[in-house]
């Protein structure tokens, strides 16, 4: 959002978590934090960054070629038990295979 913060330090944000959340005293009083961050509506999401930071590292140290032959011998078997299925049929040729098998079945 943009626009004056005094407009918005006028009002409760229109949505509560991350910086923005308001704390309640004992005595049953709201107390708000002004900082730059009290209209910031949402908590950075830390494990999905961690998570995918992980993920980089186990895909590299597999490699790329390795990956990529794997999944093409999962294109390759995929391919070779459609063309057995009767009523299914297959609308590319298998000698240039890639990461989609268009096919329709009968009826």
Do not use: W
């Amino acid at each position: 959002m943009l626009g004056p913060k005094e407009f918005f330090d006028s009002s409760y944000p229109y949505q509560i978590g991350g910086g923005n959340l308001p704390y309640i005293t004992r005595n049953l009083d709201i107390k708000r934090f002004y900082t730059e961050r009290a209209h910031d509506h949402g908590t950075p999401n830390a494990m999905g960054a961690i998570a995918i930071a992980k993920a980089i590292e186990i895909l590299e140290a597999l490699g790329r070629d390795r990956i990529a032959q794997y999944e093409h011998s999962l294109v390759e078997f995929t391919y070779t038990r459609l063309r057995l299925i009767p009523g299914v049929k297959l609308h590319i040729p298998g000698d240039n295979l890639a990461h989609v098998i268009p096919f329709d079945i009968d009826g």
